[in-house]
């Protein structure tokens, strides 16, 4: 735990201290939105629509793969914002690359599990003998089916997933694409040990549940304007948290990893 609270303060201090690449990180984070926004608003209904529609198609994945090869990159070395940024520029594509089977998975855990979802109630109710087809326990397999396909969705999409794609991006920006593609058994190895999975967990409540206990909260007001005003700042603060949260949970496994390396190098340099 000690050293897990060290990745943290380390990653926070570089996060912070660096004003000009925080400033980049926001702005980055805010084209995001914005691209994501107009992408989902705009009707396909006009030729210039649809064009608009086709380039922040393109735009929103290059902007997302810059800001978290920022957030990987910000750790690796010791860096003035202007070459953060040019790394990062020239290194976002890896990250969209080797993303590419992760995603394929992202899709193939929805597209499968909402299959076996639909099915599964079918399917208990199949196996239930005729005499109890109205009994309260009938219904309890089809509960623990649907909450057991439901948790291992979750874990998939929201946990296992995002662990491994995060630490072969930190492989992929330290030690290049080919040779983290080489070796993303390691990769994963490390991306699932007890440390690593601690930071993530920790990351993930103020990136992920924070913003939306923020988000989905009520505060109601008399005043249209103060409820307005009090709106537009939980929507503010939730995306800072979700921003602050992310890029610090990257910095903190990316210390995790130079520890972890660096405490096996005297095994392997003695083997």
């Known amino acids: 735990m000690k050293s897990i609270l060290q990745a943290f303060g380390v990653a926070s201090r570089r996060f912070f201290t660096n ?5 980049v990180f926001i702005l980055l984070y805010a084209a995001l939105i914005l691209a994501l926004y107009c992408f ?3 009707r396909e209904a006009t030729l210039l629509q649809v064009i608009v529609t086709f380039v922040l198609a393109l735009v929103a994945p290059v902007l997302f793969f810059t800001l978290q090869a920022m957030g990987v990159e910000y750790m690796q070395d010791e860096q003035n914002t202007a070459s953060l940024m040019k790394q990062s520029l020239r290194e976002f594509w890896k990250l969209m690359l ?3 089977p992760f995603a394929a998975l992202v899709w193939l855990s929805i597209f499968l599990l909402g299959k076996i979802h639909v099915d599964a109630p079918a399917a208990a109710r199949a196996i239930t003998p005729p005499g109890r087809s109205g009994s309260g326990s009938a219904s309890q397999p089809i509960q623990w089916a649907a909450l057991g396909l439901s948790t291992l969705q979750f874990l998939l999409i929201y946990v296992v997933i995002p662990m491994s794609a995060i630490h072969l991006w930190i492989a992929t920006a330290r030690d290049g694409l080919g040779h983290a593609i080489k070796r993303v058994g390691h990769a994963l190895r490390n991306a699932f040990g007890p440390g690593s999975v601690v930071i993530y967990v920790v990351g993930l409540l103020v990136f992920g549940v924070v913003p ?10 008399k005043n249209p304007w103060v409820e307005f005003g009090l709106l537009v700042s939980r929507l503010v603060v939730a995306a800072l948290f979700s921003l602050f949260g992310l890029i610090i949970t990257l910095g903190a496994l990316t210390v995790r990893t130079k ?10 340099s003695s083997q």
Do not use: D, G, K, N
């Open 259 to 268: 520890e972890v390396a660096s405490s096996h190098q005297p095994v392997a």
């Open 98 to 100: 080797i993303s590419i």
């Open 212 to 221: 939306y206990l923020l988000v989905s909260m009520t505060m109601h007001s």
């Open 40 to 42: 989902f608003a705009t």
């Open 19 to 23: 004003w000009r690449a925080l400033i």
